[in-house]
C-alpha cells in the first residue's frame, strides 16, 4: 500500500465493564503526499479515534499505521512526542489559544522549541498569520477576536511548524454554518499552496465539498469513498 500515510488492518477496542465497543474496526486505507481528505461520519462513526490513533495519541488495539517510513504504532509515548512535534499539526474544535497571549505569540509558542532567536520566531509568526488572512492582528488577544479568527490564529500555529501533515479534529465544531465554511475554503487553500497533506474528520457533509476525497465511516468502517465535491446527506 503506498501513500503518505498508511493504515493497516487498524482495531480500536474500548470497554465499559465486561461490554466490549469496537470504535474503530479493521480499518486499512492511504493517504496521499499533498491530499485533502476528509472523513464524514456522525457521532460514534469512529472518526475521532481514527484521527487520534494516525496522531499517535493513543494506540490502536491492532494494526499498523505507518507514516512515511516510520511506523508510528511501534513508537512508545516519548518518541510518539517528539515525532509529532517534528512532523505533525494538530487543529482542535476548541482554538486552545492562550488568552494572555496575543495572536502572534500563540503562534509563536508553538514552534518556540524549533526556533530560539526571537526576530526569526516573531517573523515565522507574522508569515502563518498573513497566510490565514490575519495580517495586521498580530497584536490583538483572543478575546478582541470572532471565534473564525480565533480558529485562523490555532491553523496558522499548527501551520508555523512547517509539518508534513495537518490533522484537523472538528476544526469548525464551534463556528456557525457561514464561518465554518470560510475556515474549510481557507484549509483548502492552504492544502493548494502549501502541499500540505490534510486530514480533517468532521460530522458536517458540506465540508465534502472542499476535499479530494472524503471517507465516509459508520460504525468504526469505511461505508464509502467520494472524490471531488460529491454531495453527500448529513446522515451519513
Known amino acids: 500500500m503506498d501513500g503518505l500515510v498508511r493504515l493497516e488492518g ?67 509515548d516519548d518518541e510518539a512526542t517528539r515525532f509529532r512535534a517534528g512532523h505533525i499539526g494538530l487543529v482542535f474544535q476548541f482554538f486552545n489559544l492562550f488568552p494572555a497571549l496575543t495572536a502572534a505569540e500563540n503562534v509563536e509558542i508553538g514552534v518556540a522549541l524549533k526556533i530560539s532567536d526571537r526576530a526569526e520566531l516573531r517573523e515565522r509568526a507574522c508569515q502563518y498569520l498573513e497566510m490565514v488572512g490575519l495580517g495586521g ?15 485562523r490564529v490555532a491553523v496558522a500555529r499548527a501551520l508555523a511548524m512547517e509539518p508534513e501533515i495537518l490533522l484537523a479534529d472538528e476544526p469548525t465544531g464551534n463556528l456557525d454554518s457561514e464561518t465554518g465554511q470560510q475556515i474549510w475554503d481557507l484549509l483548502k487553500k492552504i492544502n493548494a499552496e502549501t502541499g500540505t497533506t490534510i486530514i480533517a474528520v468532521t460530522h458536517w457533509s458540506e465540508a465534502s465539498k472542499s476535499a479530494d476525497r472524503t471517507i465516509h465511516l459508520r460504525s468504526g468502517k469505511i461505508d464509502k469513498v467520494t472524490k471531488g465535491a460529491a454531495k453527500v446527506s448529513d446522515n451519513s
Open 137 to 151: 492582528m498580530e497584536d490583538k488577544y483572543p478575546d478582541q477576536l470572532s471565534g473564525g479568527e480565533q480558529q
Open 10 to 76: 487498524v482495531t480500536k477496542e474500548y470497554f465499559t465493564g465486561s461490554k466490549a465497543f469496537m470504535a474503530v474496526d479493521g480499518i486499512s486505507e492511504s493517504f496521499a503526499k499533498g491530499e485533502f481528505v476528509i472523513m464524514l461520519g456522525p457521532s460514534g462513526s469512529g472518526k475521532t479515534t481514527l484521527l487520534n490513533i494516525v496522531s499517535a495519541l493513543i494506540k490502536p488495539s491492532s494494526g499498523r499505521v505507518f507514516i512515511g517510513d516510520n511506523e508510528i504504532t511501534a513508537l512508545s
